[in-house]
């Protein structure tokens, strides 16, 4: 009866979710972090995803910023560059755009990243991934180029289980690029039938 009940509030849970991530892919695409702060407050946000983005990721100062981040890419995905080359010990992505505001922001995003993976402060709204990584940060050895339309990542490590999960993130973000909100979603319903945060 019990495992009935919590099926029946996960079921429900995931539904409402599904509106409220609906609800933000109808943003309009002009949405900068600026005008998203309101949408994507963080701890102790009452904006629309403010719920939802706290089922999902452990709230910080910069989860709000971090959100904003996210949306921008996501609205502009179609304007993105992205390749990987699956190393034998990690991964080296190239991740662009020829819109400056889009570089920018992909600038910003992998910057803000690379520090919360070397402080062990997850972010993570959408990937079965990242909770490896965060994990088994002192593994990683990552390495940040700036370019002037975006950034290039290389991320290695000599455990195996780790380098399976530099990939698999690898391949996450990609989805995100070539699908924008789409594969967000998808990512996220599943997080939330997995019942995270970890």
Request: charged share 20%; aromatic share 2%; net charge positive.
């Given at each position: 009866?019990?495992?009935?009940?919590?099926?029946?509030?996960?079921?429900?849970?995931?539904?409402?979710?599904?509106?409220?991530?609906?609800a933000a892919?109808?943003?309009?695409h002009g949405?900068?972090?600026?005008?998203?702060?309101?949408?994507?407050?963080g701890?102790?946000?009452h904006?629309?995803?403010?719920?939802?983005?706290?089922?999902?990721?452990?709230?910080?100062a910069?989860?709000?910023?971090?959100?904003?981040?996210?949306?921008?890419?996501?609205m502009?995905?179609?304007?993105?560059?992205?390749t990987v080359t699956?190393?034998?010990?990690?991964?080296?992505?190239v991740t662009?755009?020829?819109?400056?505001?889009?570089?920018q922001a992909?600038?910003?995003?992998v910057?803000s990243?690379?520090?919360?993976?070397?402080?062990?402060?997850?972010?993570?709204?959408?990937?079965?991934?990242?909770p490896?990584?965060?994990?088994?940060?002192?593994?990683?050895?990552?390495v940040?180029?700036?370019?002037?339309?975006?950034?290039v990542?290389?991320?290695?490590?000599?455990d195996?289980?780790?380098?399976a999960?530099?990939?698999?993130?690898a391949?996450?973000?990609?989805?995100?690029?070539?699908?924008?909100?789409?594969a967000?979603?998808?990512?996220?319903?599943?997080?939330?039938?997995?019942?995270?945060?970890?």
């Amino acid at each position: 009866m019990i495992r009935n009940h919590i099926r029946r509030i996960t079921v429900a849970a995931v539904a409402v979710f599904g509106l409220w991530v609906a609800a933000a892919a109808a943003q309009p695409h002009g949405m900068g972090p600026g005008m998203m702060h309101g949408m994507h407050h963080g701890a102790g946000g009452h904006g629309p995803m403010a719920g939802a983005t706290a089922m999902l990721t452990r709230q910080d100062a910069g989860s709000s910023a971090d959100m904003g981040l996210v949306h921008d890419l996501l609205m502009h995905h179609a304007s993105i560059r992205r390749t990987v080359t699956n190393l034998p010990d990690g991964i080296r992505t190239v991740t662009e755009s020829d819109d400056p505001k889009v570089a920018q922001a992909i600038k910003a995003h992998v910057a803000s990243m690379s520090q919360r993976l070397k402080d062990g402060r997850e972010f993570n709204l959408f990937s079965t991934t990242l909770p490896v990584l965060f994990e088994n940060r002192d593994k990683i050895k990552s390495v940040v180029e700036v370019t002037e339309k975006g950034s290039v990542v290389t991320r290695t490590s000599s455990d195996a289980r780790v380098v399976a999960a530099l990939q698999g993130h690898a391949a996450e973000v990609t989805e995100l690029a070539q699908e924008g909100m789409i594969a967000m979603r998808r990512g996220m319903m599943t997080r939330m039938v997995r019942g995270a945060p970890n």
